[in-house]
């Protein structure tokens, strides 16, 4: 399938598709409204000006321009009544993460609803941080989305957000040059994948056979805990009991700790997240890489990607011997509400134009993300034109959540710095399970020392 790009220089939208204009246009929304509003761009805290609340929505930075684009049809939906200014944070959820944290803490936050990641609600939600949402988001809402989205916003009887996209580690890999190369199947084990590579480089000359994300951060965790649970390893047994001490981590560790051995991914990266490696990636230096389904939109424009959309195929990770399972990392974006924001009836109302399903269908095209809302999964039209929809059925069916807890992020932390040790040869696999064992151990027990 071939793609138009999303973007020209100007922020123009080219391509046949249901674009930026058109798509304003049909649903009854100017462009020129917003700008024309002469709304400042700071404030948020439901603050409210000139008779228009002011409401400022956070999230992370989104390359396609979509997210903006649906903010200003709401802004001119909204006009007099509710404007939305957009917070850029950082790209990496950890950084992120901690932004929120301290501001949140600190009592001075000025955002009223939070793009935010699945991850978080058991924190923010246990520190009374975001507002418990059952009485605007009732149980009979909630059948419509896909139900590992809507479990992973509850919490103690609560629900604290609402889903809008979801996300699973995907194997992006070079279709044209597979088939140069003689195979007919993208690879079904890790060592299929090491094979495959090599010879892929071979024929082509493309540098890496292989880049995903290593770095000392969130992201090197999803990777890290992929390779275990397709090794038959888990961290965590039923939210409580650490078993990531055993032989089945440890190859799983090994097996990512082999890519760079044997030659298959640069040693960089054990400082590579999500964005560097769509960058080598897209720019025809590596044959296969472990991305989120967001980065295909990417290759659609010549400013982002020198290769094109139908040299690239997706498919499920590989497994670390035939009859295990393929899993992926659950992930994904939600709306959560600041338990503060002075106007909770209108920060509701954008959550609830954001994830409604024509929004949810026109982000899933122009930002190539998967819905959170099951109907979207039988709509011809976008299933055509966003394969990781189609694929990702099949992944998601395979995702797997982190340890739901209120104290995530220090086990994180914790989790993030032993894999990159072992990724980058500091610490033997072994040695950083044994030492992962205790401190998570450690983290469990005192949390529920504070709590008790
Ligand atoms: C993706 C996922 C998110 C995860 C992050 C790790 O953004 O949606 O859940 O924490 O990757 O880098």
């Known amino acids: 399938m071939n793609r138009e790009p999303l973007w020209d220089e100007r922020g123009a939208v080219m ?45 992370f930075p989104d390359r396609t321009g979509s997210v903006q684009a649906l903010i200003d049809q709401f802004n001119s939906e909204n006009e007099g009544e509710i404007q939305v200014t957009l917070r850029e944070m950082p790209a990496d959820s950890g950084q992120h993460f ?27 939600a246990a520190n009374g941080y975001i507002a418990d949402l059952s009485d605007r988001f009732p149980e009979d809402e909630r ?29 992006y890999y070079r279709s044209d040059l597979l088939e140069e190369a003689g195979f007919t199947q993208p690879p079904r084990t890790w060592d299929e994948l090491k094979e495959q590579a090599r010879a892929m480089q071979e024929r082509s000359g493309t540098q890496y056979g292989f880049v995903f994300q290593g770095a000392d951060y969130e992201g090197g965790v999803v990777n ?14 039923g939210n409580q009991e650490v078993v990531v001490d055993s032989p089945e981590a440890q190859r799983g560790l090994e097996i990512e700790r082999s890519m760079i051995d044997d030659g298959i991914a640069p040693a960089g990266i054990t400082q590579y997240k999500e964005q560097e490696v769509a960058t080598i990636f897209l720019g025809g230096d590596a044959v296969f890489m472990r991305n989120v389904p967001r980065m295909y939109a990417l290759a659609s424009d010549p400013n982002e990607s020198s290769i094109s959309p139908d040299q690239i195929r997706i498919t499920s990770l590989p497994v670390a011997e ?91 932390l914790r989790m993030a710095e032993q894999f990159n040790a072992s990724l980058n040869g500091e610490v033997s696999p072994d040695e950083a399970l044994s030492t992962l064992q205790e401190e998570l151990e450690e983290i469990i027990e005192q949390g529920s020392q504070q709590s008790a």
């Open 98 to 124: 901690d932004q929120l944290n301290t501001e949140f803490q600190s009592g001075e936050i000025n955002i009223d609803v939070i793009g935010g990641d699945v991850i978080w609600p058991a924190q923010f």
């Open 322 to 412: 035939e009859g295990l399972q393929s899993y992926s990392s659950l992930g994904g974006w939600n709306f959560f509400m600041n338990a503060n924001t002075e106007d909770p009836d209108a920060a509701y109302e954008f959550i609830r134009f954001m994830s409604a399903p024509e929004q949810q269908k026109y982000r899933a095209i122009e930002g190539s993300v998967l819905p959170a809302r099951q109907e979207l999964y039988e709509d011809e039209e976008l299933l055509q034109q966003v394969p990781v929809a189609e694929l990702g059925q099949e992944a998601i069916q395979n995702t797997r959540p982190r340890p739901v807890s209120p104290f995530y992020s220090d086990m994180s």
């Open 15 to 59: 391509g046949k598709r249901i674009d930026r204009r058109e798509f304003l246009k049909l649903s009854g929304a100017g462009l020129a409204g917003a700008a024309l509003l002469g709304v400042t761009g700071c404030g948020g805290g439901g603050g409210n000006v000139g008779g228009a609340t002011e409401l400022t929505f956070s999230f």
């Open 143 to 171: 059948g419509a989305f896909l139900p590992a989205t809507i479990e992973a916003m509850t919490y103690q009887g609560g629900i604290y957000g609402v889903p809008w996209y979801t996300d699973a580690g995907m194997l």
């Open 224 to 237: 890290a805990l992929e390779y275990i649970w397709t090794s038959g390893g888990d961290v965590l047994e």
